[in-house]
C-alpha cells in the first residue's frame, strides 16, 4: 500500500521569498516520487521526479525536491516565489514493484502576494 | 507531437442523462488511465487500461460508470444516469508502458456539470 501526505492545504508567500511545500509518504517498496502542478481550470503539468537516481532532483521554473529515505519525506522547494507560481501543487507517489498507479496527495494551495 | 488531448473541456448534462468522456493519448502511448478530481480533494484513481483490456478498475463506481479503449479511436469514460455527485473534473493521463520512472502526461479534464 502507499500513500501520501501533503502538510498543508495553503502556503501563503511574498513575491521573491522562498517556498517550501511539505509532502511525506508511505510505500511498502521502493518509491518513485513525482510533484505536478495543477493551475487554474488547468491540467497537471509535471514539474520534477525522483526514480531511485540523486536524491536531490530538479525540476522546471526553479523547483526542485530531496528524497529522504529516513524521514519518508519529499519536499518541495524554490529559492524565490514568483506570481505565476501561484497554483495548487500535488505530491504523487508510484511504488517500484510490478503494476501499480499513481497515488495522489490532497494538494497544497500556493498562494503569492506581490 | 500533441500531448492528451480530451474532449469535450466541458460538459454540462442534466440528472439521468448520459456522459460520455473521450481520451486520446499521446502518440505511442498504449496505457491510459482515467482519474476523478472532486472539489477540494485530490485525484483519485477510477480505471487503467491497455488497447482493449482494462488492466484495473478497482477505483470505479461499480454502476453506471464504464469505461473502454478500443483498437481504434480514443479511451472512452461512460457515466449513464449521472447524478449531481458525478459533477467533478475528470482526467485522463497516457503513459508508454508500465515502467515505475514513468511519469504520467496528463490532459487538461472534462469538468462535467450535473444539473
Known amino acids: 500500500a502507499q500513500s501520501v501526505t501533503q502538510l498543508d492545504s495553503h502556503v501563503s508567500v511574498s513575491e521573491g521569498t522562498p517556498v517550501l511545500l511539505r509532502c511525506n509518504y508511505s510505500s511498502s517498496y521502493s518509491p518513485s516520487l513525482f510533484w505536478y502542478v495543477q493551475h487554474p481550470n488547468k491540467g497537471l503539468q509535471l514539474l520534477l521526479k525522483y526514480t531511485s537516481a540523486a536524491t536531490l532532483v530538479k525540476g522546471i521554473n526553479g523547483f526542485e525536491a530531496e528524497f529522504k529515505k529516513s524521514e519518508t519525506s519529499f519536499h518541495l522547494t524554490k529559492p524565490s516565489a514568483h506570481m505565476s507560481d501561484a497554483a495548487e501543487y500535488f505530491c504523487?507517489?508510484?511504488?517500484?514493484?510490478?503494476?501499480?498507479?499513481?497515488?495522489f496527495g490532497k494538494g497544497t494551495m500556493l498562494l503569492v502576494s506581490p | 507531437n500533441a500531448g492528451v488531448m480530451q474532449n469535450p473541456r466541458h460538459l454540462v448534462r442534466r440528472r439521468g442523462q448520459e456522459a460520455r468522456l473521450r481520451c486520446s493519448p499521446m502518440?505511442?502511448?498504449?496505457?491510459v488511465y482515467w482519474y476523478r478530481q472532486l472539489p477540494e480533494e485530490g485525484l483519485k484513481f477510477m480505471v487503467y487500461l491497455q488497447k482493449e483490456n482494462i488492466i484495473d478498475e478497482s477505483g470505479m463506481p461499480k454502476e453506471r460508470f464504464s469505461a473502454e479503449f478500443p483498437k481504434e479511436g480514443p479511451s472512452i469514460l461512460r457515466i449513464q444516469q449521472v447524478v449531481r455527485g458525478d459533477s467533478a473534473a475528470y482526467f485522463c493521463a497516457s503513459s508508454p508502458g508500465q515502467d515505475p520512472s514513468y511519469g504520467y502526461t496528463f490532459g487538461s479534464g472534462t469538468r462535467l456539470t450535473v444539473v
Open positions: 504523487v507517489v508510484r511504488v517500484n514493484s510490478g503494476y501499480s498507479t499513481l497515488t
Open positions: 502518440k505511442g502511448h498504449s496505457h
